[in-house]
């Protein structure tokens, strides 16, 4: 097998599902693009050489979930470690990719495809179906013994004593944080964009820290609810807003809103994944990320007439006579370019737009401040000087019937 880093990619056989397969990557920095670029081209030589193999004995490699002659192909999910540098960082990590883990299962969530059949349209078919999952839990510690005590609270709620089960965990004693709320991807881009989002995610985590800052606590109700419209209903979902306040002057602007009926204050899946890209673009600029290596991401939110494109939707418009072209799998899973196939199919659908959002998003990037930063700064007033503040409250007085007096420190006429 290809190897990552001096380590070889391990092949190894799922432990609930014989004819699934599983390639565990060892642990790699992935800061920047020459390293993203051999690790992604060592597993898509390792996806080839197994998908070699399985055409030798007589089968096809396929994606979970995704049948190619009708056959049903289980569902599975990408796994995903997270290292941190210290147990605060830890700490903080969880507890933030717990509050984003609803909009984590949408952006990743699909369902399972058979061409020619009726489009699957839940969010996550397999977490829908899956009983092996649970909601992340808040933390306020990572240490042993306030660990202790989540488990002993998951045994008598849930009868599930591992971590492990939740979305999102720490692992106890190595310093990593576990994602397994992502669905299994049928194309190495997508894989990649999950990649930088979390990578993302965990510089905001490492940057909250050196601030001496934590993330706050999310009701676990309100999580546990959009957790499950994100399962149901992926970005078409209107997920509920936590409302409350955290300063004085949010609580100040807030208090009218906490009022409402909290029907009224749901959020579009759609929206808060395009608020959230945004808000990583620093993130992202560290990263020496590239819009073609964030493409999948992009294509969720940032299509004209809101629409979504996703690698499984092309299969569909490959699959039009009823069978998916094995070449056309082989080549999604192998495919290791920032964008691969997608790109082509948005440039090709969307040449004008298309292209637009490609040149946004990479100035967005090279620059590292967010789009909604950049519009507030071309909005902002250019500052004034003293004599045409002046001038303008004379003016203001004047239409107010006072007569113009004169300004401090200057002269009457």
Same mark, same amino acid.
């Given at each position: 097998?290809?190897?990552?880093?001096?380590?070889?990619?391990r092949?190894?056989?799922?432990?609930?599902?014989?004819?699934?397969?599983?390639?565990?990557?060892?642990?790699?920095?992935?800061?920047?693009?020459?390293?993203?670029?051999?690790?992604?081209?060592?597993?898509?030589?390792?996806?080839?050489?197994?998908?070699?193999?399985?055409?030798q004995?007589?089968?096809?490699?396929?994606?979970?979930?995704?049948?190619?002659?009708?056959?049903?192909?289980?569902?599975?999910?990408?796994?995903?470690?997270?290292?941190?540098?210290?147990?605060?960082?830890?700490?903080?990590?969880?507890?933030l990719?717990?509050?984003?883990?609803?909009?984590?299962?949408?952006?990743?969530?699909?369902?399972?495809?058979?061409?020619?059949?009726?489009?699957?349209?839940?969010?996550?078919?397999?977490?829908?179906d899956?009983?092996?999952?649970?909601?992340?839990?808040?933390?306020?510690?990572?240490?042993?013994?306030?660990?202790?005590?989540?488990?002993?609270?998951?045994?008598?709620?849930?009868?599930?004593s591992?971590?492990?089960?939740?979305?999102?965990?720490?692992?106890?004693?190595?310093?990593?944080?576990?994602?397994?709320?992502?669905?299994?991807?049928?194309?190495?881009?997508?894989?990649?964009?999950?990649?930088?989002?979390?990578?993302?995610?965990?510089?905001?985590a490492?940057?909250?820290?050196?601030?001496?800052?934590?993330?706050?606590h999310?009701?676990?109700?309100?999580?546990?609810?959009?957790?499950?419209?994100?399962?149901?209903?992926?970005?078409?979902?209107?997920?509920?807003?936590?409302?409350?306040?955290?300063?004085?002057?949010?609580?100040?602007?807030?208090?009218p809103?906490?009022?409402?009926n909290?029907?009224?204050?749901?959020?579009p899946?759609?929206?808060? /994944? *395009?608020?959230? %890209?945004? $808000?990583?673009? @620093?993130?992202?600029?560290? &990263? #020496? =990320?590239?819009?073609? +290596?964030?493409?999948?991401?992009?294509?969720?939110?940032?299509?004209?007439?809101?629409?979504?494109?996703?690698?499984?939707d092309?299969?569909?418009?490959?699959?039009r006579?009823?069978?998916?072209?094995?070449?056309? /799998? *082989?080549?999604? %899973?192998? $495919?290791?370019? @920032?964008?691969?196939?997608? &790109? #082509? =199919?948005?440039?090709? +659908?969307?040449?004008?737009?298309?292209?637009?959002?490609?040149?946004?998003?990479?100035?967005?990037?090279?620059?590292?401040?967010?789009?909604?930063?950049?519009?507030?700064?071309?909005?902002?007033?250019?500052?004034?000087?003293?004599?045409?503040?002046?001038?303008?409250?004379?003016?203001?007085?004047g239409?107010?019937g006072?007569?113009?007096?004169?300004a401090?420190?200057?002269k009457?006429?």
């Amino acid at each position: 097998m290809p190897a990552v880093g001096g380590e070889p990619i391990r092949l190894e056989q799922h432990s609930r599902h014989q004819e699934l397969l599983q390639l565990v990557t060892p642990m790699s920095w992935l800061g920047t693009r020459g390293a993203r670029r051999e690790g992604f081209d060592a597993l898509a030589r390792a996806v080839d050489t197994v998908a070699t193999a399985a055409t030798q004995a007589g089968g096809l490699l396929t994606a979970p979930g995704l049948s190619l002659d009708g056959s049903v192909v289980p569902l599975d999910g990408d796994t995903h470690w997270l290292e941190a540098t210290d147990p605060v960082e830890q700490e903080v990590l969880c507890n933030l990719l717990r509050r984003h883990s609803p909009l984590l299962i949408a952006i990743a969530g699909r369902g399972s495809f058979v061409p020619g059949g009726r489009r699957d349209r839940i969010g996550s078919r397999w977490l829908a179906d899956s009983r092996e999952h649970l909601a992340a839990r808040f933390l306020a510690s990572v240490s042993q013994r306030h660990l202790y005590r989540v488990q002993a609270e998951l045994r008598r709620r849930d009868g599930i004593s591992h971590l492990d089960r939740m979305d999102v965990a720490p692992v106890v004693g190595d310093g990593t944080v576990l994602v397994r709320c992502l669905d299994a991807q049928v194309s190495l881009a997508e894989t990649r964009a999950h990649v930088l989002l979390l990578s993302a995610l965990a510089l905001r985590a490492r940057a909250l820290v050196k601030e001496g800052r934590r993330e706050g606590h999310v009701p676990q109700r309100l999580l546990e609810e959009n957790r499950a419209r994100a399962i149901s209903d992926g970005l078409r979902a209107g997920l509920a807003e936590d409302r409350r306040p955290r300063d004085r002057d949010r609580d100040r602007h807030d208090q009218p809103a906490r009022n409402q009926n909290p029907q009224e204050r749901k959020v579009p899946a759609r929206q808060a /994944v *395009r608020v959230l %890209l945004d $808000d990583l673009v @620093p993130e992202f600029s560290r &990263l #020496d =990320a590239t819009p073609e +290596e964030i493409l999948p991401l992009l294509c969720l939110v940032e299509l004209p007439g809101g629409q979504s494109l996703r690698a499984q939707d092309l299969f569909a418009q490959s699959g039009r006579s009823g069978r998916v072209p094995p070449e056309t /799998v *082989r080549e999604m %899973l192998t $495919d290791s370019r @920032p964008g691969g196939p997608l &790109l #082509d =199919a948005v440039l090709a +659908e969307y040449p004008g737009s298309g292209q637009l959002m490609m040149k946004v998003w990479r100035e967005a990037l090279e620059s590292g401040v967010s789009l909604r930063a950049r519009r507030d700064r071309d909005r902002a007033p250019a500052p004034s000087s003293g004599r045409q503040d002046q001038r303008r409250k004379a003016r203001a007085d004047g239409r107010r019937g006072r007569p113009a007096g004169p300004a401090k420190g200057g002269k009457q006429r």
